[in-house]
């Protein structure tokens, strides 16, 4: 999967429900206590914005949608209660 844009990988945070912190700690990314006194991680706003070099690899943005269940061709199950997978199809 191909490295997302800033946008791209803002639009899947959206969709998915999640504030910047609660993505970023899903994905495990430093939080910082912010000048208001909430969290923030700027690991995540940097990803997001469109003036920062830094993007999210493309692997780590699959996980991401995996884990937001956004993924496009696959979709993560629980096992059961014995270990084994649920047969689905």
């Not at 791209?8 to 912190?21: H, M």
């Not at 993505?23 to 909430?38: D, I, N």
């Not at 269940?69 to 993560?76: A, C, E, K, V």
Request: proline share 6%; net charge neutral.
């Amino acid at each position: 999967m191909p490295a997302p844009t800033g946008d791209q990988l803002k639009a899947a945070r959206t969709a998915a429900g999640l504030s910047q912190a609660q993505a970023a700690e899903l994905m495990g990314y430093p939080l910082q206590t912010g000048s208001r006194g909430g969290v923030q991680s700027r690991t995540w706003q940097a990803l997001e914005s469109m003036s920062d070099e830094r993007n999210m690899q493309g692997p780590v943005f699959a996980m991401f949608l995996l884990l937001t269940g956004q993924h496009p061709d696959f979709l993560l199950t629980a096992r059961s209660a014995d270990g084994s997978r649920s047969a689905t199809g």
